[in-house]
């Protein structure tokens, strides 16, 4: 055991020096896979440009990532290329879990999974993250009994979320409710009203965080009480490779690893969510209640679910409505251990920004994590004009308008 140095008199001396310790790590939990590096598709709704190595190179030299998570790695043909660049030298299974990439990055393996709510035909979606290779390969071998095609990600498990989670656990897994509020595949929205109905007593044993989604922050998920003990993360859901990190989670930690993420999720030893970072929820798709015909967005729940514009029954129900629905309190009841949510507008967000020009502002600093945080506004307006320069520092602060997204179509940040 090593000497306790001579100026440590105390337990509370011990513990801040175990503060000095910990770092802050940009964090996404949920990054998806288009194809595996075969072609072959993975998540059919992804890019073609999305594979594994694509993934971990974009977040490490251009997004400025610390950990990303990428949640189809349960199919075989990505087990196939995570086994191909650990060969080859690339990557590196590091001490406390997780995938090393050029020393920059850690990639944490994961698993997106659809699974039907009790009592109901309808499915949510839920995310499993394992710490090596070796948990991810055995899972995946196990889950192959329940789900028919293991090439394709988010497949329906002949499974209940109960089971599936034990699974993810038994495995040394971490489980976590995906985009909990949004109107397709998600728990609040689709299937239940209460995380508790779905779980039962066990839920806070089984279940290590939730995931806000894109269409809701803090102050929204705050008003539905039970929540109050969970863990909250912020996750691009990213289905190309420019949308990883549009949102992300800053964590505390001493070091980028599978270990650490779940000490931070469970609040332990120091470790800890310090502050969500995601979209305006109003940017989100699935903000305002909206009809697939037309278009047409609601400031409320309409009573009659016809749209006045088209006459529609086709009205997609917006998350700020589902929770006003199934909120306990008007407004947010946020716990002690609630960090800050700090809104987010990606660059490609940004009116008149486009690829020329934030592949320009990524090249002057570094990553985009940098031009969205650290760089000065005479800085960016140096590479991009000071109209871009005061928008992205707008959004910094929340001040930039947006027209609320709804139905299925994103939000949009205006000019002026």
């Not at 689709?190 to 806000?212: H, N, P, Q």
């Not at 949102?247 to 502050?275: C, H, Q, T, W």
């Not at 690829?355 to 031009?371: C, H, N, Q, S, Y």
Request: hydrophobic content about 40%.
């Amino acid at each position: 055991m090593a000497s306790i140095p001579a100026t440590i008199t105390s337990i509370g001396d011990v513990y801040m020096m175990s503060e000095r310790e910990l770092n802050h790590y940009f964090v996404d939990l949920h990054v998806h896979i288009g194809r595996d590096s075969a072609g072959n598709p993975v998540k059919v709704s992804g890019a073609r440009d999305l594979t594994f190595a694509n993934i971990a190179r974009e977040a490490a030299t251009r997004k400025g990532i610390d950990i990303v998570a990428v949640v189809d790695c349960a199919s075989t043909g990505v087990l196939r290329d995570i086994e191909d660049l650990l060969k080859s030298g690339e990557m590196e299974e590091v001490p406390g879990g997780g995938l090393r990439y050029l020393n920059r990055t850690t990639v944490i393996p994961g698993a997106e999974v659809e699974s039907a709510c009790p009592g109901a035909n309808a499915g949510a979606h839920y995310l499993s993250f394992f710490p090596n290779l070796a948990a991810l390969r055995q899972y995946s071998h196990n889950l192959s009994r329940y789900v028919s095609n293991m090439d394709l990600s988010t497949q329906r498990a002949r499974l209940s979320p109960v089971e599936l989670a034990r699974l993810a656990a038994d495995h040394g897994g971490l489980f976590i409710v995906a985009h909990a509020f949004t109107p397709h595949k998600s728990l609040y929205g689709t299937c239940a009203r209460r995380l508790s109905d779905v779980f039962g007593e066990a839920a806070r044993k089984l279940v290590d965080g939730i995931e806000l989604g894109l269409s809701a922050d803090t102050g929204m998920a705050d008003r539905v009480g039970e929540l109050s003990n969970y863990t909250f993360t912020s996750n691009s859901d990213a289905h190309s490779l420019p949308k990883i990190g549009r949102e992300y989670n800053i964590l505390r930690m001493k070091a980028p690893s599978f270990s650490e993420v779940r000490l931070a999720l469970a609040r332990l030893d120091g470790r800890r969510v310090v502050a969500n970072y995601g979209l305006d929820p109003r940017l989100g798709k699935y903000h305002l209640s909206a009809c697939r015909c037309c278009g047409h967005r609601f400031k409320a729940w309409p009573d009659t679910h016809v749209c006045p514009e088209c006459g529609c029954t086709g009205i997609v129900r917006g998350v700020a409505d589902r929770i006003h629905e199934i909120a306990d309190t008007p407004e947010p009841v946020h716990p002690p251990h609630r960090p800050p949510y700090r809104y987010q507008v990606p660059l490609e967000f940004v009116p008149g920004l486009g690829p020329a020009r934030i592949g320009a502002l990524v090249d002057a600093f570094g990553t985009e994590m940098a031009v969205l945080h650290r760089a000065a506004e005479s800085e960016i307006a140096a590479v991009a004009g000071e109209a871009i320069a005061h928008r992205i520092c707008l959004a910094r602060e929340g001040r930039l308008e947006i027209q609320a997204g709804g139905g299925g179509q994103y939000g949009k940040a205006n000019k002026e």
